[in-house]
């Protein structure tokens, strides 16, 4: 019963260079949802989807982009790494409520 | 935008002590989910509140939902090492879809054994 899976766990880049965050659930949920935790804070949501091929923005979207193109992945893009990205990010899925974590990655930009 | 504020950030207690923790919106929501993280983990839902004035029980744990719906209370009666880890209240997104949450910064609690 995989859930949620994200990889990597652990990453550390460069300043400018690029990476793509994975998340894939196998619950055949709708919706899947993106989220950045920085340290001593609450879940901070860069982007949502509601199906395949539809994304929204949330509260953080600057420096991110998303897709959908199957039901099971959701795919975080970060084009050009920058120091205020340090964080965990966390992928989480629902069919309605309540919404299912990741493990999440850690990543830091140096 | 909509917030959604917890008190306090951190709590230490002594192990069979209470604890609890608050979260307050700006705004009515329609329902409040809790979340707990234990450190280094993921958040894991532990429940969701709907009513006005409703409190739900968890063996240690009660959770209330305020009668105005814009307040949130969780409550641990004598805690134990295994209650370490921070807990999160969510609130729906009031402009957005009823999916979306918004998270409190979170309640850090350490047990001290």
């Given amino acids: 019963n995989a859930g949620v899976t994200q990889t990597p766990k652990f990453r550390i880049l460069k300043i400018g260079q690029s990476m793509t965050l994975q998340c894939t659930q196998d619950m055949n949920h709708?919706?899947?949802?993106?989220?950045?935790?920085?340290?001593?804070?609450?879940?901070?949501?860069?982007?949502?989807?509601?199906?395949?091929?539809?994304t929204d923005k949330g509260e953080v979207p600057n420096g991110y982009n998303v897709?959908?193109?199957?039901?099971?992945?959701?795919?975080l893009r970060l084009e050009l790494a920058a120091p205020s990205q340090t964080s965990?990010?966390?992928?989480?899925?629902?069919?309605?409520?309540?919404q299912h974590f990741g493990d999440g990655t850690r990543l830091s930009i140096l | 935008?909509?917030?959604?504020?917890?008190i306090p950030q951190y709590q230490h207690v002594q192990e069979g002590e209470d604890?609890?923790?608050?979260?307050?919106?700006?705004?009515?929501?329609s329902n409040i989910q809790w979340y707990k993280q234990r450190p280094g983990g993921h958040p894991v839902f532990l429940i969701q509140l709907v009513k006005s004035g409703e409190v739900k029980k968890q063996k240690r744990l009660t959770f209330q939902f305020g009668e105005a719906k814009k307040n949130s209370s969780l409550h641990i009666t004598a805690t134990q090492t295994t209650d370490?880890?921070?807990?999160?209240?969510?609130?729906?997104?009031?402009?957005?879809?009823a999916r979306q949450l918004t998270f409190g910064?979170?309640?850090q609690l350490t047990v001290l054994p």
């Fill in chain 1, 30 to 54: 709708n919706y899947m949802y993106w989220y950045r935790q920085d340290p001593g804070m609450g879940l901070k949501l860069i982007y949502y989807s509601v199906g395949a091929g539809i």
């Fill in chain 1, 67 to 75: 897709s959908r193109s199957t039901t099971e992945d959701f795919p």
């Fill in chain 1, 88 to 98: 965990v990010y966390f992928c989480a899925s629902s069919i309605d409520q309540p």
């Fill in chain 2, 1 to 6: 935008g909509q917030q959604v504020m917890q």
């Fill in chain 2, 19 to 29: 604890f609890t923790t608050y979260c307050n919106s700006s705004t009515t929501l």
């Fill in chain 2, 84 to 97: 370490v880890g921070t807990y999160f209240c969510a609130g729906p997104i009031s402009s957005g879809s």
């Fill in chain 2, 105 to 107: 910064s979170g309640t």
